[in-house]
């Protein structure tokens, strides 16, 4: 048992803030002096560079990942009467967001080792009033994005990637995010390029599609004053622009310490895992992991956070109830047992701290408190 070690948190801002304090606190000075909040020169910047990263023609900053959705979707007149297919097993807005339109979700189960969407079950839900396929690359592992963008094709409906968790993952060399008609993406500060409050940002390679986001984020408005459309205000700060721009060129870096951490943890957890005790998460060939979590999946998971709990090692569940058994979604007529792989994921997963500041010595205490909790 690793002896200096006695608390683990599931994740520490603090240790990515600190090599990089002087130079994000000179960008929010450069803005202070500027006053210019809202708009301009620093959301312009950043846009310039999300979409090289991303080598994609645009990208539009927002103010959250759930506006990033939301204004996706009305920028494809997503409204009453549409279907939009997507996973039951993610962040509440992936979901929310459709019915927040008047549109209709249609749930569909997970791959039970990716934890996500199953494009065999994409296929079978598509009807005519499908207006928008969303798959969710979660956790920082791509969706099978071929079969998928196939299916989209043949049936003529949009691809909007839920990216929220997957700024940088690679799906057979290309960034997800720039697959699709649309990617979505998170600035909340867990995600692996966090901001300091809510924010996001949306990617396209399509400049009409583009030039309509950027009027919604703004009401609707060209010039001021004169509205083309019905938009809202999903503007993403300068401020907040200011502090992303600062840490996206240690991205890579920081990236590269959680993909260390993941496979520090697989030599680390080899003996659990040859013996069933736990399952590890997989990288499928082709797919560029970012490790927005690090999850695994136990038979007694509520049992053992809490002796993890007790030992002061921070985890996380991520989801405990999948969308077909939520209480708002009721009128979708779902039930227990509808999809089994989502209800096993949501019963039996657990995520372990994974950031890039982790040390060796804090992983060998987790994964030690995990072996004598099991």
């Known amino acids: ?55 994609v023609k645009e990208a539009v900053g927002v103010s959250s990942g759930t506006d990033a959705l939301l204004a996706a979707m009305m920028a494809l007149n997503i409204g009453p009467g549409d279907e939009v297919v997507t996973s039951t097993y993610s962040f509440f807005a992936t979901a929310g967001c459709v019915v927040r339109l ?23 839900a598509v009807t005519p009033r499908t207006k928008a396929i969303i798959p969710v690359h ?31 993952t690679r799906y057979h060399g290309r960034p997800v995010g720039g697959l699709g008609t649309i990617g979505c993406f998170s600035f909340f500060p867990s995600k692996n390029l966090g901001a300091f409050g809510d924010g996001g940002f949306v990617a396209t390679n399509d ?58 943890y697989r030599k680390m957890f080899a003996p659990l895992a040859a013996a069933g005790k736990i399952v590890l998460p997989v990288e499928p060939d082709g797919i560029y992991h970012i490790y927005n ?42 039930s227990k047992g509808d999809f089994p792989a989502a209800e096993a994921a949501a019963d039996h997963t657990l995520a372990l701290p994974i950031f890039g500041e982790l040390t060796e010595a804090e992983q060998r205490y987790v994964v030690d408190s995990i072996a004598q909790a099991i």
């Not at 994740?11 to 809202?38: G, K, M, T, W």
């Not at 099978?144 to 997957?166: C, Y």
């Not at 599609?209 to 205000?233: D, T």
């Not at 053992?304 to 077909?324: I, S």
């Open 1 to 55: 048992m690793s002896s200096q070690v006695t608390s683990v948190p599931l994740l520490n801002l603090a240790a990515q803030y600190q090599p990089i304090r002087e130079e994000v606190l000179a960008a929010i000075a450069r803005v202070c002096d500027s006053q210019r909040f809202i708009m301009g020169p620093e959301v312009e910047g950043l846009e310039r560079e999300l979409a090289q990263l991303l080598e």
């Open 102 to 124: 008047g549109a209709t979700p249609v749930l569909v189960d997970i791959d039970p080792v990716t934890y996500n969407i199953e494009p065999a079950a994409v296929a079978a």
């Open 138 to 168: 979660l956790y920082g592992c791509s969706a099978d994005m071929t079969p998928i963008l196939e299916i989209a094709a043949k049936s003529g409906v949009a691809v909007i990637e839920d990216a929220a968790q997957a700024i940088g």
């Open 207 to 264: 400049a009409a599609l583009a030039h309509r986001l950027r009027l919604i984020r703004n009401h609707g408005a060209e010039p001021k004053y004169f509205h083309k459309i019905v938009g809202a205000n999903f503007r993403l700060d300068a401020l907040q622009a200011a502090v992303l721009r600062v840490k996206l060129p240690y991205l890579p870096m920081w990236t590269e310490a959680r993909r260390l951490n993941a496979d520090r």
């Open 293 to 334: 979590q690090f999850v695994i999946r136990l038979a007694e998971r509520d049992r053992v956070r809490a002796a993890l709990d007790a030992r002061r090692v921070g985890t996380e569940v991520y989801y405990p109830v999948p969308f077909h058994l939520q209480e708002c979604f009721a009128s979708l007529g779902h």
